[in-house]
């Protein structure tokens, strides 16, 4: 599989150079060090996702056969840790105890972890140099007491998404599908080609990372902001306002004029857990846009009162209408018609990646 590389995605900070000197704080086993597996094997992968929101441990069962990773069960395993943000947000005392939170838990339940891999995404992505290489200092210095072969990894753009998309290959076993991902900190859209051709997109643009931007505009702070209830004028108002400022981004409308023939021929299906949010309070297995606009102004009307009443009390949020009109502000300008649920975490592809797992070939 090739990967083409989106040359204006700006959002891929690290050189190469950079990525290498990071790396040599990191502890990443070669694969000379390894032991050979070769023989049948069932043990677990845990793939640490360091989000820019929060931070989840995911162990999968994975069965091993002549180093062909495949997983045993494809039900969602991982536990957020409960802590005030992502790792890339805390101090080296706040990273050592959610780390600890997250041990704790593992080792109880789970006895044979063979591999670890802590995986940072949009929350490092967005850091500078200095304060990156901190951060991973601090979370190298932690693992040099857990006795289990680790890679601690910033992983790019176009890897995230390339997770996945891998996640929905197989849970749904299909090679012919996009995915559109929404984190805290970026989205990303990906897609494989008739040849065979790895096309991908992030932006610095997720959910939270746009609430933060837009909260510092007076017409978004008074009409817009988390809490408020929204008749369907101001919905439409709220969700224009982040098609007008986010996403007329140059780069992606690049990428949907490059791309569209291929991007929309086939299912688009959904990951993060935004989007596995949305599906949940809906309880759907597809919406099309005009699906999901009368959802969101239905719920945009109701009162924590009123919404309490129809759905489970530990689902709202003040945050649930500003999820409605940021994503239908997605689709509107990807011009997506309609998406499929997907999956909560790109970590069950990863899990079975040569990208993550050094040992398992794809």
């Known amino acids: 599989m090739k990967f083409i590389k989106n040359s204006k995605n700006y959002t891929r900070i690290l050189s190469n150079n950079l990525i290498k000197n990071i790396y040599k704080i990191i502890i990443v086993f070669a694969l000379s060090c390894f032991p050979a597996k070769t023989s049948k094997e069932v043990f677990y992968h845990l793939i640490i996702d360091a989000g820019s929101s929060g931070t989840r441990f995911c162990p999968y069962q994975i069965y091993l056969n002549q180093n062909h990773c495949t997983l045993k069960d494809f039900s969602d395993p991982c536990i957020s840790i409960n802590s005030k943000n992502g790792l890339a947000d805390l101090s080296k005392e706040e990273i050592h105890q959610t780390l600890d939170k997250g041990f704790d838990f593992i080792f109880l339940n789970y006895k044979s972890i063979d591999f670890i891999s802590l995986l940072g995404t949009g929350g490092f992505r967005k850091l500078n140099n200095e304060e990156r290489k901190e951060k991973l200092k601090y979370i190298s210095e ?86 408020l209830n929204l008749n369907s004028f101001m919905f439409e108002f709220c969700k224009n306002f982040i098609k007008e400022k986010i ?116």
């Open 142 to 227: 932690y693992f040099l007491k857990i006795p289990i072969t680790t890679n601690i990894k910033l992983i790019s753009g176009e890897e995230e998404a390339y997770f996945a998309w891998k996640s929905i290959e197989i849970l749904y076993n299909s090679k012919n599908h996009n995915i559109i991902e929404t984190g805290g900190a970026t989205i990303q859209f990906a897609y494989i080609d008739e040849n065979k051709n790895f096309h991908s997109i992030s932006l610095p643009i997720g959910m939270n990372r746009t609430y933060e931007n837009l909260i510092k505009f007076k017409e978004f702070q008074e009409n817009c902001k988390y809490g």
């Open 247 to 362: 996403y007329e981004d140059p780069n992606l409308k690049n990428f949907i004029k490059e791309h569209k023939r291929n991007f929309f021929r086939n299912t688009t299906y959904t990951s993060g857990t935004p989007w596995y949010t949305i599906f949940t309070l809906t309880k759907s297995k597809e919406i099309t846009i005009d699906q999901l606009k009368k959802y969101g102004e239905n719920f945009c009307s109701k009162t924590q009162n009123e919404f309490q009443k129809e759905n489970s009390k530990d689902i709202y949020t003040d945050k649930n209408c500003y999820l409605f009109y940021y994503h239908l502000a997605q689709l509107e300008s990807l011009q997506i018609s309609q998406v499929s649920k997907g999956i909560q975490s790109w970590t069950l592809g990863a899990s079975v990646s040569q990208k993550s797992i050094p040992y398992c070939l794809e």
